[in-house]
């Protein structure tokens, strides 16, 4: 069976997908939590403290394979080099991060905190690899219903999204987990790339709600940025397969258009 594979981040979004995935392919898999938890399904859960840089060095025992997918508004760059010092000292022989499309490009603190998130890792002497996704159905769902609460619903023209399944992302990273350190690999993005009027228009549409809309410029180096797709990966990337109107008819409890269902 080898060695328990250590997954930070792993009670989140991407988490909760990446965790039982790994169990089914016959790996025994440590999460390391801020809160103390019980084992549950053949997962073993540490307590420790990322920023705090508290029980890391616990957690890594015996570990020589780490999925890093934990992440917050700020402070990942704190999180990372915690991490990677911790995993130099305990001989971690495969570090796996996920990272984020547009992190060198797009000129956003978060994202230039991603940037630095990969520095830590491809300079820490852990042999690595890491993989940019694109946004998460998730976080463009939760951006645009929270968008079309407005009576009037604000769209900034040029911005694009290019949403990828946070169930294609999770089998992605089992699958370079259990293999041996890539370094950069290709990106992974969503089978299409939508305007974000689309997607809010689609979104009323088949939530059955009324919205006046109103276009909206981003101003600013960041609105440049979006409008010239720096936050997309179209060329060279690898693909998901589950669809952004399957995966709104899941959470609408609704069916796909018929037009979106086929292929």
């Not at 392919?25 to 997962?43: I, Q, T």
């Not at 350190?181 to 997607?199: I, K, N, Q, S």
Request: aromatic share 4%; proline share 6%.
């Amino acid at each position: 069976m080898g060695a328990a594979i250590l997954v930070t981040g792993g009670t989140g979004t991407l988490g909760r997908q990446v965790v039982p995935r790994l169990r089914d392919a016959g790996r025994d898999v440590r999460v390391l939590s801020r809160s103390e938890r019980k084992p549950a399904g053949g997962v073993e859960y540490v307590t420790g403290d990322l920023f705090k840089d508290e029980g890391i060095d616990a957690a890594l025992d015996g570990i020589e394979t780490v999925l890093h997918l934990a992440g917050g508004n700020k402070g990942d760059d704190v999180v990372a080099r915690n991490l990677v010092r911790a995993a130099s000292r305990a001989g971690v022989r495969h570090l796996v991060l996920i990272s984020v499309i547009g992190a060198d490009s797009v000129p956003l603190a978060w994202l230039k905190s991603q940037l630095e998130v990969e520095r830590a890792v491809e300079e820490s002497g852990v042999p690595y690899t890491i993989l940019r996704a694109a946004q998460f159905h998730d976080l463009v769902f939760k951006v645009v219903q929270g968008m079309a609460k407005s009576p009037v619903v604000p769209v900034p023209r040029g911005l694009r999204f290019q949403p990828v399944d946070a169930r294609d992302v999770a089998e992605r990273l089992v699958e370079l987990a259990l293999g041996e350190p890539a370094g950069r690999v290709p990106d992974l993005a969503g089978p299409e790339v939508f305007p974000l009027g689309t997607l809010i228009r689609g979104y009323l549409k088949a939530s059955g709600k009324r919205r006046a809309t109103v276009p909206l410029r981003i101003p600013g180096k960041a609105g440049r940025a979006y409008r010239a797709g720096d936050n997309l990966s179209v060329e060279g990337a690898d693909q998901g397969t589950r669809t952004w109107e399957d995966f709104q008819a899941e959470r609408l409890g609704r069916p796909a258009p018929a037009e979106a269902a086929v292929g």
